[in-house]
C-alpha cells in the first residue's frame, strides 16, 4: 500500500480517562487478556476495563485487589496459568488470576542500590527478564529464584546504577535485546544467557552528543529487522543468524521529522504499516519508513489533542489504543465513517450553530451558521471566516460554479470570497429582493425551484432566460399552503412541498397539484410539520418533526409509521437521505439513525461515535457524491456512508459477578469467569447476577437476554442492563441461560450457569419426612383415642342401659304386678300408691339419666346443682338440716366422673337419711389447681364400726364405683360419731 506523503488524516477517538473511572493518567502500557478483558497499566497502578467499567488495582486497594506499587511499568500475560504478571516500580512482582481478577502472589525483587526501580519486563522461556535503574535481572519462573546476570563489558568501570535498562525486545530468533541507557544495546541468547553482540552507544548516532541515549520501544518490523524508539530518533538494525549488524540511525528519509526527536511508541498494525508517536504527532508509514500520514483528531474547542501525547501503543485484532498522558484512547480506524468539523485550533474559529452547508466545486466547505459564513479548506482543514453578521439559510451552487447565498435579507452570489447581492447580476429577482430561501432544487438544466422561508411558497427561476415565477396559494397550479420547509424532485418529475400542515404536490408540467393531509389514525392529530424527503424501495419516507418517519407508497397513502418504538433514536427528525435504495440515513434532534428497510432495524449514532454533537438542525444536510455533510450545534460532521460498516462480530460474553446476600448481613461473591455451577446456602435473601459482554466497539449498547430454563420458556429482554436479581425462588438446581448482542443485534452463543439453591432446615428431605412421621404418629394417636373415646361411650352407654335395665325394668314389672293386683282388687288403693310412688322413682331416675347425657353440665358446678335438687326435697321432707357446697366449681369433669361421682353422693346420701337417723347433713366438692376433685359426705347420725366389719351393699357400691373413675374411698365413722365419706381423685 502506497501512503501520500504527509497526507492528514482526521480521526475521532474514543477517549477514558478519570471522568470514565480510569483511577490514573498518564498511561505506561495496555494489554488484552485472553478473556477479552483490556488491562492499563498507569502510574497510580493497574486497572481492569471491560468496555464500561474500570476496577482499580492499587496499594490502596482491597486484598483481594492490592498490588505492591503505585506506578506499574509492564504487565504480561501467562496464557498457561491463566495468569497476569505485574511490575510495579518498587520492590515486588505482582501475580494476578485472569479467571477472577484476584491478586494471588507477591514475588520479592531484589533491589542492586536503594533507589533501584523496575522499568521493563520481557517473558521467554521460563524466564522473566526485569530491567531497572540498575540493570538487568531474570527470574526463574519455574523455582522463583532470581539467576546470575552475564556482566557486560567494562560495567565494573562504572559507578553503580549507570547502566539503566528500560526496554527489552526479543526477536525472531527469541534472543533477547537488552537496551542499556548511556550504554547500548547488548543481545543475549535465550537459552544460555551468554552474551552474543553488543551495540555501543557510538554505534547508534548519538546526535545530541551527550552519551545518554534512551530506548522507550521496540518492534521488529521483518524477519530480521528490529526498530527501535529513542530519545534521539528511530533506530533501524538489521541481522543475520551469526548477528552480523546493519545500523541505520537514520532510517525516515524525511530530514527532521523523526530523526532528532524523541519517539515514544512503536506498533506494527499489519504487513505493510506501522504506527509511530513521536515529535508531538502519531504517524503512519509503510514498512519501508518512505511514505506516510499524519493521524489528525477531530476536537471541539474545550478538548486536548491526545493523540499528541501517546507514550505506549497497542493492538489486538482490529483494534489500535493508544496509551496517552490523559488517559486511554481507541481509535476508531481510518475507515470510521465520521469526522467531525468544529474548532480550528490554529485560528480559534468555530463553527457555531450551523444552519446551511455547501460544498464548492473546489470542495472546500461552505458553512452558513446563525450568525456569519466560513469556509473550511479541505487540505488543511483551516477555518476562513467570510462574514460575522448574518443567518445563512441556505447555500447552493449550479452548474455554472456559481455559489449563491441565502440569508436573512435576501439572496447574494459569492465570487472569489467576496459577497454581491443576487439583483446585482441577475435584475429579474429586483421584485423578490427580500425573499429568504430556505431550499432549492434543480427542475432543469437552468431552471430552479426554490422554497421560501417567510411563507411566500416557492420561486421558479429560469437564470438563462432570466424570469422569476411565484408559485402560492393564489396561482394555478396552487400551493395548498404558502408556509414552506422544504421542497424535493421525485424521480417521476413531481415537486413535493413540505409545509407544517400539509404536502402539496405539483405534476412534472405544473398543469395540476395534488394535497396530502397525513394522520396516523382518527383518533391522532395530523401528522405535521415536514422537514424532508426521500425516495427508496419503492417508497417515500417522509419526515415529520416530532412524529418520526412516514412512508407513503406509489398511489401516495401512508404505508406505516417509524418512531421510538422502532428504534429511531428521536422523533424529532431533521433530514432524511437514501442510503443505496436499502437504508434510510436520519438526522434527528437526538443522534443520527441508520435504518435497515428491508430488515425493519436501526443502528444509532450518537457524539462519542464521532459525531460533531447529538443535535442536527433542520435542512443543514447535503449529500454530495459518496458522502453526506450534516450541520447543527457545534460544526457538522462529514459522513462517508460507504464505510457505514455492520458490526458482525457478537460480544464476548461472560457471567462477571454473582453476588449473593445472606440473612445474616454478610455477602457472598464469586467472581470466577469460567463458573459453571453456583452454590447458594439456606439462608440466602438475594442473588444478583451481572453480565459482561466485551464489545469495545460499542460497550454502552450492548444489549442482553436471560431465561431460567426451569421456569421461563422464552428469553427475557434484560435490555442494556448487565444485571439481574433473583429473589424468592425455591430450593432447586436451576439453569440460566445467558447472551449478549452488539449494536447490531449479533448474538454472542448462549452461556449457562447452574445455580444449586439449598434447602432451609425445614425445606430439606428429612424434616419433611420427619413431619410426615408426626402426622402419622399423631393421626395414629389420635384414632387410638378416638377409639378409646367411643370405647368410653360405649360402656357409659352400656352401664346407662344396664341401670336402665335393672332400675326400670325391676320397676315396671312392679308396676305390672300392682296394677294386676289393683285391677283384681279395685277398692284396695295401696296399689294405686305404691303404682305412683313407682311411676315417680321412674321419672326421676331418668331426668338423672338425661343429665348425665347433657354435655353442657360436664362441670363440679353442675353436679352440685344437681345433688341440690335430689336432696333438698327429702331432706325438707324429713327435717334434716342439708347443705352443698362447691370451690372451683367451673372445673370439667368427664362423663363417667359425672355419672359415678352423683350416683356414689346420691347412694351416700340416701344412706344418711335411711339409716343414719341425722339431723344435718353436709356435701363439700373441692377442685384445686392442679384440677384435683375432692368431695366429702359427711353427717351427724348414729355411725357405725368401721374395724373389720364387711360393708353392706351401698357401701361397697360406692367403694367400687370410686375405684373404676380412679377415684379414692375413705368411711370416717364410729357408734355415736356420725359418718364421713371421702372421696378423691387420685
Known sequence: MSLLAQEKVRLSLVKYGQAEGLSSYNIRQILQDKKGFLWVASQDGLAKFDGKTFISYTKQSPPKYQISGADVREIIEDTISNSLWVLPNRDRLDIINVLNGEVIRHIPIPPYAIEDW???????????????????????????????????????????????????????????????TGYGIVIYNYKTLKIIREVKLNELGDYLGNGNIRFN?????????????TSQGLKKITYDRNYALNINNSPVNKVGLLNYNAVNALQITNANEILISGNNHLYRFDIALNNHVIYDESLGEAE??????????????????????????????????????????HTGNKLEHLRSICVLPSKNILCGLSSGLTMVNHTNNRFVILDTLHLYHHIFADKNKQVFLCRDDGMYVLKKQLITPLTDIYPEFKSFSTYTINSHVFLADSLVAMGTENDNGILIWNYKQHYVRKIDIHSRPALASNSVNNIYLDKKGQLWVLSD???????????????????????????????????????????????????????????????????????GVYNVFNIGDSSLLITSNNGLSIYNIKQNKFKNYYSEDGLHSNAFEEVSAIIDQDQIYAGGINGFTKIDFAKLAINKVPPVFYYKNVDVKLGNGNNIVNTYLNNKNITIPSNWLQTSISFAGLNFDDPKRVTYKYRIMEIDTNWISNGYRDLINIIGLPPNTYTIEASAANEDGYW??????????????????WFKIGVACLIIIGLSVFYQYRIKQIEIQQRIRREIANDLHDDLGSNLNSIKIFTHLAMENEHNSSYLQELENLVGGMLIGLRDMLW???????????????????????????????SCNSEQGNTMISKTEKRNLFLIMKEAINNSFKYAHCSSL?????????????ITIEDDGIGFTTDNQPYGYGLNNIKYRATQIKYSCRFLSAPGKGTRIIIGKI
Not at 317 to 333: D, R, S, Y
Not at 537 to 548: D, I, K, L, P
Open 922 to 934: 353436709k356435701v363439700t366438692l373441692i377442685s384445686d389447681k392442679l384440677n384435683k376433685i375432692s
Open 304 to 345: 486536548s489533542k491526545w493523540i499528541n501525547y501517546v507514550q505506549s501503543i497497542y493492538k489486538k485484532g482490529n483494534k489500535i489504543w493508544l496509551g496517552c498522558q490523559q488517559g486511554i484512547a481507541m481509535m476508531k480506524t481510518v475507515n470510521s465513517p465520521f469526522s467531525k468539523y468544529y474548532y480550528d485550533e
Open 748 to 765: 454472542s452463543a448462549s452461556k449457562t450457569l447452574v445455580l444449586k439453591i439449598k434447602p432451609k432446615w425445614f425445606e430439606t428431605w
Open 501 to 571: 400542515k400539509v404536502i402539496t404536490v405539483i405534476n412534472k408540467d405544473f398543469s395540476s397539484t395534488r394535497r396530502l393531509n397525513l394522520a396516523i389514525n382518527k383518533q391522532h392529530a395530523k401528522i405535521d410539520l415536514f422537514f424532508d424527503m426521500c425516495e427508496s424501495a419503492g417508497s417515500y419516507w417522509v419526515a415529520s418533526y416530532g412524529n418520526g418517519i412516514v412512508e407513503i407508497n406509489d398511489r401516495l397513502k401512508v404505508k406505516k409509521f417509524i418512531g421510538l418504538q422502532d428504534g429511531l433514536c428521536n422523533e
Open 852 to 882: 348425665v347425657l347433657d354435655d353442657s353440665n360436664d362441670t363440679i358446678e353442675s353436679l352440685t346443682e344437681r345433688i341440690k335438687k335430689f336432696a333438698m326435697p327429702i331432706a325438707e321432707a324429713s327435717q334434716i338440716m342439708f
Open 118 to 180: 523496575n522499568i521493563t519486563m520481557t517473558s521467554s522461556g521460563n524466564n522473566l527478564w526485569i530491567g531497572s535503574f540498575c540493570g538487568l535481572k531474570i527470574l526463574d519462573t519455574k523455582k522463583w529464584k532470581f539467576i546470575t546476570v552475564p556482566r557486560i563489558q567494562y560495567a565494573k568501570r562504572q559507578p553503580a546504577g549507570t547502566f539503566e535498562v528500560n526496554c527489552i525486545g526479543r526477536d525472531n530468533l527469541n534472543n533477547l535485546w537488552v537496551c542499556y
Open 217 to 229: 520501544d521496540f518492534a521488529q518490523t521483518g524477519n530480521n529487522t528490529m526498530l527501535f524508539a
